[in-house]
Structure formats: C-alpha cells, structure tokens
C-alpha cells in the first residue's frame, strides 16, 4: 500500500503516519502540504491512496477532479473536520472514494485506509447520517466523469437551476417562467446533461457551489 499524505497541518500528518505505521503494512511515499505539492508528488512518486483534507490551508476541493482526471485508479481519502451535506456530495462527484471525520476512532480510520486502498467505498456514521439527512443515496451520486472544461450554462438555465434548487417543481417553474411543462421538462434534463449529473441532487449541488443559492434553502422535491 503506497500513498501519499495531504494535509497542510504538519501535528494531523504526523498523527496519522505514527498511527499507520504502527498498525498496517504501509509505504508513505510522500506529504504534501499543498495542492501544488501534491500534483507534484503524483507525477513523481507511484501511489495507489491519497489521504487528503481538501479543506486544510493550501488545498481546495477543485485539486480532487485534477487527480481522478491525470490518475484515474489513485484512490481518495478525505479526512476532514466536519462539513454539510452539499461539500460531502461535491467532494464525492470530484473523486472522493472515502470520506471521514477527523475526531473518528483510530479503529475507525484504520478501516477506511484498508477499504479504500482496495478501492472500496468507507463512510464513517455521522458523514452517512449527514448525508442521508439530505435524502441522497451515497450509490446515486455520479462519479463517473471528470472534467476540467467550462460549462456553458444560458441566462435561462441558471433561472431554471435556481428554481429547482429551492424546490419548485417543474409546473411550478413554467408557471413562474411563463412556459409550458414540455419546455422546463427539456431545459431539465438538458441542464443534467451539461452538468453531468443524474438527478435533482446534482443540480441544487451545481447551484450552491456556484451561490445560485443560498445552502439554507437545500431542498429536494423527489423529482429526478
């Protein structure tokens, strides 16, 4: 098991070496202290695992696409402090296998390292109780495509993405819009299509990543 640390906090990465070294059969080839660093080290160095924190100082959740695009077998292991359901299923659209809190049980890390070096999928509880509070199926969320070209979204398309995101469905969108059922029905899955995603979860995700709305108005109305 060969992988990469990431974690701009040196007190977390040497935490987590100590407790890998101590309990399983691994080669730490690298620590990154940054997102650069990391691409660095990945064009240098074989793994098969990187454990980040896409949200320490020096990293963002735009580097985890970046590393599925230019490596797509490394598998990724977020352990971060805690985060909304929208980061979580943005982080598992850009390429997270796993993902666990940082005050987990060392029992507990220790078994997403050894599922997700196999290329498993590891939630801790509370990360599969904040999304499931979200009604999302970690199973639905579409990790199959990643790409760093822009998205071409019309004026009209963001009107739609902003009304869906807060809920309204699609007669009520065509009521508000002033076109027909047929017609939002199109731009809908349309949108999907754009975006890449597969239901309504991905697009209020695409909306509150983009502040098309506000995260306090995350609402699913079931239509997909």
Do not use: W
């Not at 007190?11 to 987590?16: A, E, S």
């Not at 049980?105 to 509370?126: M, N, Q, Y």
């Not at 999302?136 to 822009?150: E, K, P, Q, R, Y």
């Not at 949108?191 to 697009?203: D, F, Q, R, Y």
């Amino acid at each position: 098991m060969k992988l990469i640390l990431a974690d701009s906090n040196d007190l977390v990465r040497i935490g987590i070496r100590f407790i890998l070294n101590s309990e399983l059969p691994v080669d730490i080839v690298g620590e990154a202290n940054s997102a650069n660093e990391l691409l660095e080290m990945l064009s240098s160095f074989s793994a098969n695992l990187v454990i980040i924190d896409y949200t320490a100082p020096g990293f963002d959740i735009d580097v985890l696409p970046q590393i599925k695009t230019l490596y797509p077998d490394i598998n990724l292991l977020a352990i971060t402090p805690e985060q909304s359901a929208q980061v979580l299923v943005d982080a598992l659209r850009s390429g997270i296998t796993s993902y666990v809190k940082k005050d987990c049980s060392i029992p507990e890390i220790l078994d997403a390292v050894r599922e997700t070096s196999k290329g498993e999928k590891f939630f801790c509880g509370t990360i599969l109780e904040t999304i499931q509070e979200a009604n999302l199926n970690v199973d639905d969320i579409d990790t199959g495509s990643f790409s760093c070209d822009a998205v071409v979204i019309s004026k009209r398309e963001c009107e739609i993405i902003t009304l869906i995101a807060e809920g309204f469905t699609n007669a009520q969108i065509a009521d508000k819009l002033f076109l027909s059922a047929h017609t939002i029905n199109t731009h809908r899955k349309n949108i999907m299509s754009k975006l890449g995603v597969k239901n309504t979860a991905g697009i209020v995700m695409y909306a509150v990543k983009t502040n098309l709305t506000s995260p306090n108005k995350f609402l699913f109305t079931g239509e997909t």
